[in-house]
């Protein structure tokens, strides 16, 4: 079970305030632009809150998945593209503080703690999304290096991380034990970005190919054993798919608050639409559900911090049921404000488009029913 300590709610307000001074009037912006927000990358690195990550011996401050969590949902209440920032740095850095060995956690995670260096996950392929065993990508061991050959797609932080934890298969013959994780480093001969993409939604965030061309990885950066690599890409989902959930949480609250305040405001048919029950029934199943998607990922990052493999269940549970809420309730949310919802001059729109991602990346919700379905039937 979970509790909120009273430093997490601590935590939890300085974020809160936090994300309604400095970030929230710059959400529209970075959505219109498209551009990487570097403000919002400083402004986190400056509240050590990218820190929260990591364990305090490797200059982070030892947050649990739950604070973390409390964090990524106070600032995507107001900007998804801001909270991803927080997100993809536990999501690219999991693997590594999953599998590392000593010398690599020495190496690699001090400057993802202190806002030095940036990280990202490298799994998915143009042929292998949901089936993430698919991939082509290979790694052959010559001498002291992997000579890495592939393509991979769709990595949010292309570009802007310089450490990546990506994975390829070293055996071919052995299916998902032939993959292998490794850390890479933008600066790897054979490395190179591919196209940036341009998104329905998180447009601050970017997101690009990684092309792979006899990339040289030093045999020391593999992480973990030959054929580990499908189980920490599973293990890393399972610790991390909590923190979408509270993206979409702090999504869906987010809209949620803005219906509110302009149904008080709004004067239709001599009074304020809130007035309404047609209104007042749409906001009380809206606030509804974000409590109880608000619940279940707390419940799933408590138990994810734990690492029991019944976590896995319960943190696609959370992920699914946590975007399908914020994909509602950001439509209905733009539904309450009508015509004023569909104008870019309001929030909602953006939200709504911001929510949708939440349902496809770290796994589509379909994906994360299957997970749920083998942890009922084993
Ligand atoms: N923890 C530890 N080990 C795990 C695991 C987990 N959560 N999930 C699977 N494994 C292990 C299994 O135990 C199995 O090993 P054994 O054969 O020794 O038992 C191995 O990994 C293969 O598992 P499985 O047979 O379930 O693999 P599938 O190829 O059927 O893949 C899904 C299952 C679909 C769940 C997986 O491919 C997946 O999660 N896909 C979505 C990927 C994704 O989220 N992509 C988004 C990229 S990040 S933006």
């Known amino acids: 079970m979970y509790e909120l300590t009273d430093e997490q709610k601590m935590l939890q307000k300085t974020v809160r305030e936090l994300a309604k001074e400095k970030v929230e009037p710059r959400a529209a912006e970075i959505d219109e632009k498209g551009e990487y927000p570097w403000d919002m990358f400083e402004l986190l690195r400056d509240n050590d809150l990218l820190g929260l990550c990591f364990p305090e011996e490797l200059d982070g401050s030892g947050a649990d998945l739950l604070t973390i969590c409390l964090a990524i949902e106070e600032l995507a209440r107001v900007c998804v593209n801001t909270s991803l920032i927080l997100g993809v740095c536990k999501l690219g850095s999991t693997p590594i503080m999953l599998a590392a060995n000593d010398d690599q956690l020495k190496k690699y995670i001090p400057p993802l703690a202190m806002g030095e260096k940036q990280c990202a996950f490298g799994l998915t392929e143009p042929g292998a999304g949901s089936d993430a065993a698919a991939m082509s990508s290979r790694a052959v061991l010559k001498g002291d290096k992997y000579v890495i050959n592939g393509q991979k797609c769709f990595i949010t932080n292309g570009g802007i991380a310089d450490t990546y934890s990506v994975f390829a298969k070293t055996d071919e013959s052995s299916g998902v034990k032939g993959i292998s994780a490794f850390i890479v480093e933008k600066a790897f001969p054979g490395f190179e970005t591919g196209k940036i993409e341009h998104k329905m939604g998180i447009r601050g965030s970017q997101t690009t190919e990684l092309i792979f061309t006899d990339m040289e990885v030093p045999a020391e950066n593999l992480l973990g054993k030959e054929g580990d690599g499908f189980r920490i890409a599973m293990m890393t989902l399972d610790k991390t798919r909590p923190s979408i959930g509270a993206q979409a949480v702090g999504c869906a609250q987010g809209a949620l608050d803005h219906a509110i305040a302009y149904a008080k405001e709004r004067v239709q048919f001599g009074g304020p639409i809130a007035r309404l029950q047609g209104i007042q029934f749409m906001l009380a199943d809206m606030a509804m559900q974000v409590e109880a998607a608000r619940h279940l990922v707390y419940r799933s990052a408590a138990m994810a911090e734990t690492g029991v493999r ?25 539904q309450v404000l009508g015509g004023y919802g569909y104008m870019a001059e309001y929030p909602l729109e953006r939200m709504m488009r911001d929510a949708k991602i939440t349902q496809i990346y770290e796994g589509t919700n379909q994906v994360q029913r299957v997970v749920i379905a083998r942890a009922l039937l084993g």
Not at 320 to 331: G, P
């Open 310 to 334: 019944e976590a896995s269940g319960v943190s696609a549970m959370a992920k699914c049921f946590a975007s399908d809420t914020a994909m509602r309730v950001t439509v209905d949310a733009v």
